[in-house]
């Protein structure tokens, strides 16, 4: 069988019964790191507001996010800087996770809920709509599964 590799070949040669890799995938990469620049920035700002809340609500009054009259006090800046921070965290590490979670079926759902967190946002909507869309196919599907899936198929070619 020329042109066949084989699975268990100790010089790396890919298997023939892995999936190739999808280009949604790529796009599905550079979403995640976008999420990561996004939730780092959220969690320096609520770092921002926790070391000095007073010049992050002079900050905020001078720039018009908080009106003349409003009674935002520094305890509230205080309240907002953890909650920017505990939320940045959590934007910074659900995207590391994918990178780090080994191939399978967490992998690909993980995928779906990281999308799902993105779209919220209006001006992310235009963008995950298709990522998902793609992200859902079998053939995404079949790369995130890996080798399990790969081993699977090889044990029981007709199923």
């Known amino acids: 069988m020329t042109g066949f590799p084989n699975p268990d070949d100790p010089y790396g040669q890919?298997?023939?019964?892995?999936?190739?890799?999808?280009?949604?995938?790529?796009?599905?990469?550079?979403?995640?790191?976008?999420?990561?620049?996004?939730?780092?920035?959220m969690a320096l700002s609520g770092l921002a507001a926790l070391s000095d809340p007073a010049a992050a609500l002079d900050s905020m009054r001078q720039s018009g996010q908080v009106p003349p009259g409003s009674t935002l006090t520094l305890d509230d800046m205080r309240m907002l800087g953890w909650v920017y921070g505990i939320a940045g965290l959590i934007g910074v590490a659900l995207p590391i996770a994918w990178f780090l979670v080994p191939r399978g079926n967490v992998k690909w759902i993980l995928g779906i809920v990281l999308i799902a967190l993105g779209m919220p946002g209006l001006v992310t909507l235009v963008v995950l709509v298709p990522l998902l869309i793609f992200w859902v196919r079998e053939d995404?599907?079949?790369?995130?599964?890996?080798?399990?899936?790969?081993?699977?198929?090889?044990?029981e070619p007709w199923a």
């Open 14 to 41: 890919p298997s023939a019964f892995e999936a190739p890799r999808p280009r949604v995938v790529l796009w599905f990469k550079v979403y995640l790191f976008v999420s990561i620049a996004f939730g780092a920035l």
């Open 140 to 155: 995404c599907k079949a790369w995130c599964q890996g080798q399990a899936a790969a081993e699977a198929r090889r044990r």
